[in-house]
């Protein structure tokens, strides 16, 4: 029996320190992600805008605002490398 306790007491301990651990991590999870959040946001915001402003059809302003809305990272880089307008000059 009194093998059974210390196994419980000491199950109860490591348990209670992964939460704590696991407390400790979330506080500082969120405040990073909401971050990078926010620059994505702002950045595909900006992304939006810019297309808006274009000269494409609007068949492809919509799409890739769509695009750039239901996939925020990926469909920012695509656009930043395929989808803008370069100027040539010679």
Do not use: H, Q
């Not at 992964?18 to 909401?34: D, L, M, N, R």
């Amino acid at each position: 029996m009194g093998l059974l306790i210390n196994f419980a007491t000491v199950s109860v301990l490591i348990l209670s320190c992964v939460k704590f651990v696991s407390a400790e991590a979330y506080y500082i999870g969120p405040t990073v992600g909401g971050i990078i959040g926010l620059i994505i946001l702002v950045l595909d915001i900006i992304a939006a805008i810019e297309i808006l402003r274009s000269d494409k059809p609007i068949v492809e302003k919509i799409l890739w605002i769509l695009f750039i809305v239901f996939c925020p990272i990926i469909g920012l880089v695509a656009y930043l490398l395929c989808g803008r307008t370069r100027s040539v000059s010679i």
